[in-house]
Nanobody
């Protein structure tokens, strides 16, 4: 079992940056692939980025490529999402999730954080 808690969200102007963190409890964090998802009002939850257990492989949605970077520190049981050049359309609740594979399918993730709001003003 692993419990996840996101932090680092907030309000930022377009073009700005934020770094989200997701702290995990438990000693099995390093065995999980991790993902970031987001859900905007009135829209379905969508995949943002994923990273494998070691951090050696990552993938991301086309909408955030070149702007967002996922990384992890297994010694700190934490996964990060560095978000640069933020746009108003990035406004959403962001969730981190733990699963056995870093695919974009949310159903493949077993554990979820409660989510954190990111708001980008124009």
């Amino acid at each position: 079992q692993v419990q996840l808690v996101e932090s680092g969200g907030g309000l930022v102007q377009a073009g700005g940056s934020l770094r989200l963190s997701c702290a995990a409890s438990g000693r099995t964090f390093s065995t999980y692939a991790m993902g970031w998802f987001r859900q905007a009002p009135g829209k379905e939850r969508e995949f943002v980025a994923g990273i494998n257990w070691s951090g050696g492989y990552t993938n991301s949605a086309d909408s955030v490529k070149g702007r967002f970077t996922i990384s992890r520190d297994n010694a700190k049981n934490t996964v990060y999402l560095q978000m640069n050049s933020l746009k108003p359309e990035d406004t959403a609740v962001y969730y981190c999730a733990a699963g056995r594979t870093m695919v974009p399918d949310s159903e493949k993730y077993d554990h979820w954080g409660p989510g954190i709001q990111v708001t980008v003003s124009s």
